[in-house]
């Protein structure tokens, strides 16, 4: 009997499907499995909680300045000086990167983007008079878990989507600020979602490129001073909170660590060829 080779340029005689005992010789199980470690996965969702704490932070400040506990002189103040001791931390971790950014450009950058804010202010207050509230809160909802869902987190993943995710941020930072008193509070939170959603996810990554150590103490920080904050508000909100960030930090990692060895990736010679240089 004629031997079967593994060509397509001739007619051998076999069906087209046809293989012979040894072509799965050349199978291969998991070739490109990366074998986690319990506390590093823990010590890497730190990222989550930062942004889920993020997210809390700019809600709460929402509810003190419509209760007008929170003066939107403060927050532009203390956001103001938070926002640039950020950039003074950054311009340090950045020293030596080569960058063709200046302090002339990037100063000119905000006080564009801080007068076009401050003269549309007035139009933000009554952009949305006509739709009810509880259509403003479901909206605000929806881009703030979008917000959530599709930011940077470091995965190499299809649906990570830096852009959409700060839009979706600043989507809901305007509807809340079309519900506020006055064209300054509008100002104060379109600048504080700014800081949160663009510049704060940037400082965190150099943060963690330059100083690793840091990283762990800044995720606790930042989950106990939500914590403490949303205290303040709601009970039960800083106790779903706790139990998420406790779901997120230890269980979700201690769950992955579980199912990895039930992963079944096969390779073989019915893989796509790869072309090598």
Sequence with gaps: MKKWKKILYE???FPDHYVDDTFLDELKKNLHTRNYEYWRVVKESGVVTQQLCSVCIFVMVFIFMDAKVLAAETLVYISGGLTLLGYLINCLL???TQTKRTFKDDLKTV???AGFS???SPVLVSLTETIATDTIYAMTTVMLLANLCFHDY???AEMVSGV??????LFASVCLASRLHTSHHSFATVTFAVELFALWPALRRNLRQHMPSSHVAMTTVLTLLTLGSLFCVSLTAAILLFIAVI??????PAWLITIQPYKNNIHGPWDEAVIKE
Aim: glycine letters at 12%; proline letters at 0%.
């Design 154 to 156: 470091g995965a190499d």
């Design 164 to 169: 959409l995710s700060l839009n979706a941020g």
């Design 247 to 252: 779901f997120i930090t230890f269980i979700c």
């Design 118 to 120: 401050y003269c549309l």
């Design 94 to 96: 950045q020293h030596s």
């Design 11 to 13: 007619d051998q005689g």
């Design 111 to 113: 006080m564009i983007f």
